[in-house]
Structures are given as C-alpha cells and as structure tokens.
C-alpha cells in the first residue's frame, strides 16, 4: 500500500508562484509515474503534468512553460509560475505501481486577487 500526502496549496495572486510537493510513504518501490491532476468545481478531473521514473515528462498543453514537475525516489513537485484565474482547482497527486493507482487527498489552490 502506497500514501500520498500533498501539501503547499493556498491562495495567490495572478502572475504568482506555488510549488505543491507530494510525499509517498509505505511500500513505495516500483512507482513508475507520478504526477498531478487537477478538478475545478463542475468539471472533470484533467491530468497537469505527468512524470516517469525514467524521466519522461509531459504537460496540459495550457501549462506549458509555466508548470514544471519533478520528482525525487520519495516525492513529486509541481512549481507553478504565472499562476492565472483558470488555474484555480483542487490538486491531486498520483502515482502508479503495477496495476495500482494511488492518489492523494488534494490541495486547493486558488488564484485571485
């Protein structure tokens, strides 16, 4: 079994930065991609940013150049930049083991001024 625990969600203004970290504990061997999803109110969740453990990396189209993930043996990251309005969404973090998916609680962020 595999617990995500995301944090660094808040409120920031438009044009502001965020970096969400995600940590992974328990039987955490073999989690071949991480990654994050968002879900706005009234919407579907939509995946942001994904990353392999190879290094393979790919992203919403419309972070492109603003969003970054990465990650670490225990954790995954994603700095957001130039945050905007339509960024505003609960985040979850992800990861894939074998046949498993794993998710986080989620964390609001918000982007208003």
């Known amino acids: 079994q595999v617990r995500l625990v995301e944090s660094g969600g808040g409120l920031v203004q438009p044009g502001g930065s965020l970096r969400l970290s995600c940590a992974a504990s328990?039987?955490?061997?073999?989690?071949?991609?991480m990654g994050w999803y968002r879900q706005a109110p009234g919407t579907q969740r939509s995946l942001v940013a994904t990353?392999?453990?190879?290094?393979s990396i790919n992203y919403l189209d419309s972070v492109k150049g603003r969003f970054t993930v990465s990650r670490d043996k225990n954790a995954v990251y994603l700095q957001m930049n130039s945050l905007k309005p339509e960024d505003t969404a609960v985040y979850y973090c992800?990861?894939?083991?074998?046949?498993?998916?794993?998710w986080g609680q989620g964390t609001q962020v918000t982007v208003s001024s």
């Open positions: 992800y990861g894939v083991q074998g046949r498993s998916t794993y």
């Open positions: 328990g039987f955490i061997s073999n989690i071949y991609t």
């Open positions: 990353i392999t453990s190879g290094g």
